[in-house]
């Protein structure tokens, strides 16, 4: 009787545990998520249940196609595991970090007392700042380099001392495959194409130095990832407080990558590797016209008037390595919100670049022509001497009427060394560059196509603000105000005015901490 009880409540143990562990399973899950609901609700973080869901869960980016940018959830934030806040601009030369900062309010007696009375992290007053990495440049070359032999990437100036062991800017080609039109007028632009190997599903991989047998090669989101830890790093560096580091960040990216939700998910799984919390990947114009408003509100502070009036038209012209204009309206003033009315991207890799290549040639013709045919296009490190001189001389001449180039000992033969001597006049830069001028200002024309006259509605005028590595040349923002000019007239009933920026390089990445300062939640 007692064996077979035994073998009975062993039989029945057997039987039974699948249904015990099954429960166990589900009593764990349901707590778990009464819990992390309670936690969010009293963050402030999520409704009382009754709001409206408008994620789109039914979505198939298999059937439907990539889910668009309108439909991607929010992120929620849960304050208090913040630690430091930073915004992203990763360019195609350079690419910048800012920082948001708790500062004392003005109205506040208690000096050591930066932080609201809710107890949830956020400040009473905040600011951003753009940072200096360890250089002492507040602008970090975008460049990924691999010492062949080594197996750590390392990023900015020190990747760049690693002629042909580098490869420039990789983001750009987060959620393309080989085979996309994108890819391929980026692979002709820098000439790499040697250097990305395809995979599966058109899958990239960058062979960053050496040889495929080699290694030394990862895919566009690992080394965009190394990128965005080492912008993390330099941000940290900033932070007050003790064992605080930047935790969340939030990265602008251009028009055609927001509207890519592959694109998308590959910086937020780029962030992810970094180490850092996504407070979201947003739209270029949008972070340079709270970029813009964080300028003026510095520059107005003695003042009254709040240059962010509610209906506002505003055009933002971001130069860089290819150009994108944009119709912004700006919203409620104490919400600061704007609407993106049009986008419009001018031809791939037309922008400030090429005005440099026009005058690169034009050097290196010359010297070829002066010294028996010899071509320092073949030499990498020398052409990049060049490409330096031609962009420090153009930043010159925004403010000058001439600028010298002066290179020594830029090659040799067998008759002695070689330099390069020039003297680059405004007259003559403006002149040889006009046709590439032409092309960098078709967007502003082009954009009052793309929207309708209901669009842009009643408005006292628009103002006009240039962004971007070229917006320091006088007679580049000027261009672009004529032309705006003639794009606007009869279409709007006000003047269209300029908004003079100091730092116009700095607007997207201001605008991004901006941002990510306001979706952490705070004030």
């Keep these: ?60 980016e298999d059937i439907d196609g990539p889910r668009p940018a309108a439909k991607r959830k929010k992120k929620a934030v849960k304050l208090s595991d913040i630690s ?53 440049s507040r602008s970090t070359v975008s460049l990924v380099g691999l010492q062949p032999g080594e197996d750590d990437f390392v990023v900015g100036a020190k990747a760049a001392n690693l002629i042909g062991s580098n490869f420039w800017a990789s983001h750009c080609l987060l959620g393309l495959t080989a085979k996309d039109p994108a890819a391929e ?7 790499c194409g040697d250097r990305i190997l395809s995979g599966i599903g058109g899958t990239m991989q960058v062979q960053v130095s050496g040889t495929p047998e080699d290694g030394g090669r990862g895919s566009p989101e690992m ?24 935790s969340h960040m939030l990265v602008a990216v251009p028009e055609e990558q927001w509207q890519n939700e592959k694109a998308a998910a590959a910086y937020e799984m780029a962030l992810k590797q970094a180490g850092a919390q996504s407070l979201g990947v947003e739209r270029q114009a949008l972070c340079a016209v709270h970029g813009v408003d964080r300028e003026q509100q510095y520059l107005r502070a003695d003042s009254d008037a709040d240059w962010w009036e509610e209906g506002r038209l505003v055009a933002i012209c971001d130069v860089g390595r290819s150009v994108e204009v944009s119709l912004i309206r700006l919203g409620d003033p104490e919400t600061r919100d704007a609407e993106v009315l049009a986008v419009e991207s001018g031809k791939p890799f037309v922008g400030g670049q090429s005005l440099d290549n026009v005058i690169i040639d034009q050097l290196l013709a010359d010297f070829e022509k002066e010294n028996n045919g010899m071509d320092l296009r073949s030499d ?90 070229c917006a320091r040349s006088e007679a580049m923002v000027s261009d672009v105000r004529q032309m705006f000019e003639k794009a606007a007239a009869g279409k709007l009933e006000g003047p269209v005015t300029l908004i003079k920026l100091e730092m116009p390089e700095e607007a997207v990445v201001n605008g991004a901490a901006a941002l990510a300062a306001k979706r952490a939640g705070w004030s």
């Excluded at 399973?25 to 309670?38: C, E, M, P, Q, S």
């Excluded at 600028?403 to 033969?413: E, Q, R, T, V």
């Design 185 to 191: 007028r980026f692979m002709e632009h820098f000439g």
């Design 223 to 246: 080394l965009t990832a190394q990128s965005i830890a080492h912008l993390r790093g330099v941000a940290t560096q900033h932070i007050e407080g003790e064992g605080n580091e930047c």
């Design 380 to 469: 990498q490190m020398t052409f990049e001497r060049v490409a330096e001189a031609v962009n420090t001389a153009k930043h010159e001449l925004s403010t000058k009427l001439t600028a010298d180039i002066n290179l020594p000992y830029i090659s040799a033969d067998a008759t002695g060394p070689k330099h390069m001597n020039a003297t680059l006049k405004r007259s003559q830069f403006e002149r040889d560059t006009d046709f590439v001028m032409r092309d960098i200002l078709a967007p502003c024309e082009n954009v009052f196509n793309e929207i309708g006259e209901d669009a842009v509605g009643s408005t006292s005028g628009l103002a006009v603000a240039v962004v971007g590595g």
């Design 1 to 60: 009787g007692l064996q077979h009880s035994a073998e009975f409540h062993a039989t029945s143990r057997q039987e039974v545990l699948p249904y015990i562990v099954l429960g166990a399973g589900v009593t764990y899950l349901f707590a778990k998520t009464i819990i992390n609901y309670r936690k969010r609700k009293e963050a402030g973080l999520t409704g009382d249940g009754d709001e409206e869901d408008d994620s789109d869960e039914d979505w198939d």
């Design 84 to 136: 430091g806040i930073a915004g992203l601009d990763l360019g195609s030369v350079y690419s910048r970090v800012g920082v948001a900062m708790p500062e004392e309010a003005e109205d506040d007696e208690d000096d050591d007392d930066y932080f609201s009375d809710e107890d949830d992290g956020t400040p009473k007053a905040w600011s951003v700042r753009v940072v200096e990495n360890a250089e002492g």
